[in-house]
Every structure is written in structure tokens, then in C-alpha cells.
């Protein structure tokens, strides 16, 4: 059964810092990784979507990895500012299942 | 990419009563899910909404506790029945592309049982 779990669980920096967010999967049987942020009390923004046979995807200050052997992917978000305070969720497309496991998260606070 | 709306947004609900919540996505979709977020955790599928057939849920959930119709490709209900504190959660709608397996949700209804 897959699982996803993120590293840290939250996370606060001053503003400017360079930052990455991880996460990790057990079976690395997966179509794709994408991660998203969520607003307190809001829905679910896709940022990138990382298919399984890609090393990484860029977005303007966003950049995430994915290295399928070691069931592992990271963010990297460059100059943080506080309107990148979220939370940041991966989720893995499951090959067997075809459905979307999510992690736990990571809640950043980027600090004026 | 898909807009999707949900109604409503948020409601307050006695125990023992039901709540219909209802998505909108501007586009056709094949694949459309209900997810639950519970305070303070990451999202749990509750089940897969097929057009014109019943819905297929994940351990845990049933359709008596979560009646789901899907009578069209642009419209989904989930219903949640016989409510109760523990019920109290955001319920989140979503569609995934096709072609690119992009997966795209809603704002979220937020869900307070009392």
C-alpha cells in the first residue's frame, strides 16, 4: 500500500531564504508526483506535475525533483516571500490504483 | 485547465441531519472524486463518481453515509447523510485532465457539526 510522507512537517524562515520541502513514497510504481499549495480554508492549487519518466519541472521560483528509484521528490522554492505561506502537499498517482495518495504536508510561514 | 465550484462553501449542521453539497466544473470531465480533509490532515478519497453508473468508494466510506450522484460530465453531488460531529471536515471536489493527469479541485466545503 502506498504511502507518502512529508518532511518537515512545518517550517518557518525569514523572507529571501531558499527553501526544500520533502517528500517520500513507498512504491515507486507511479505515473506521476505533483504538488500543490492550499490556503487556510481553501482549496487545493496545482504548482507542478512531475511525470514519472521527468527528473524535474520548473515554475518560475519553484522547482521539484523526482527521483522514482529511491521514492523520493523535492520543492525548492528560491527568494521566499510571505505570500508563499501555505501548505504544501504532494501527492502520488499510484500505478496500481490510478488514484492520487496524498502526504501529510508541510505548513510554511515565510516571515516579513 | 478545469474551474470547478462548489455550493455551499461552508454550513453549520445539527447531528443527525443530511447536507447535499453540489460541484460545477466548466469543462467535461470523465474522471470527478470526492476527497474529505479532516482538521489538521491531509486528504482522504472517499470515492470515485461515475457518470451514469454508481459511485466506486474506498475503505471506510459507504453509500448510505456518502450518496454521491453523477448524472452528467459537468455535475456531482455528494451527500452527507445522518450526520455527526465527526463528520465535520472539509469536502473537497475534483477532476483530473485526461490527457495530462493533472488533478484539479474546488475551493472546498467547509463543514461544521454541531
Known amino acids: 500500500k502506498q504511502e507518502v510522507t512529508q518532511i518537515p512537517a512545518a517550517l518557518s524562515v525569514p523572507e529571501g531564504e531558499n527553501l526544500v520541502l520533502n517528500c517520500s513514497f513507498t512504491d515507486s510504481a507511479i505515473y506521476n508526483l505533483q504538488w500543490f499549495r492550499q490556503d487556510p480554508g481553501k482549496g487545493l492549487t496545482s504548482l507542478l506535475l512531475?511525470?514519472?519518466?521527468?527528473r524535474e519541472q520548473t515554475s518560475g521560483r519553484l522547482n521539484a525533483s523526482l527521483d522514482k528509484s529511491s521514492g523520493r521528490s523535492t520543492l525548492y522554492i528560491a527568494a521566499s516571500q510571505p505570500g508563499d505561506s501555505a501548505t504544501y502537499l504532494c501527492?502520488?498517482?499510484?500505478?496500481?490504483?490510478?488514484?492520487?495518495?496524498f502526504g501529510t504536508g508541510t505548513r510554511l510561514k515565510v516571515l516579513a | 485547465s478545469a474551474v470547478i465550484s462548489q455550493k455551499p462553501s461552508r454550513d453549520i449542521c445539527q447531528r443527525g441531519t443530511s447536507l447535499t453539497i453540489q460541484c460545477q466544473v466548466d469543462s467535461q470531465v470523465t474522471m470527478m472524486f470526492w476527497y474529505r480533509q479532516q482538521p489538521g490532515q491531509s486528504l482522504t478519497l472517499i470515492a470515485t463518481a461515475n457518470q451514469g453508473s454508481e459511485a466506486t468508494y474506498e475503505s471506510g466510506f459507504v453509500i448510505d453515509k456518502f450518496p454521491i450522484s453523477r448524472p452528467n460530465l459537468t455535475f456531482s453531488t455528494l451527500t452527507v447523510s445522518n450526520m455527526s460531529p465527526e463528520d465535520s471536515s472539509i469536502y473537497l471536489c475534483?477532476?483530473?485532465?485526461?490527457?495530462?493527469?493533472?488533478?484539479?479541485f474546488g475551493p472546498g466545503t467547509r463543514l461544521l457539526v454541531l
Open positions: 501527492a502520488v498517482l499510484t500505478s496500481g490504483t490510478y488514484k492520487y495518495i
Open positions: 475534483s477532476v483530473r485532465d485526461r490527457a495530462q493527469e493533472t488533478q484539479y
Open positions: 512531475i511525470q514519472s519518466s521527468q
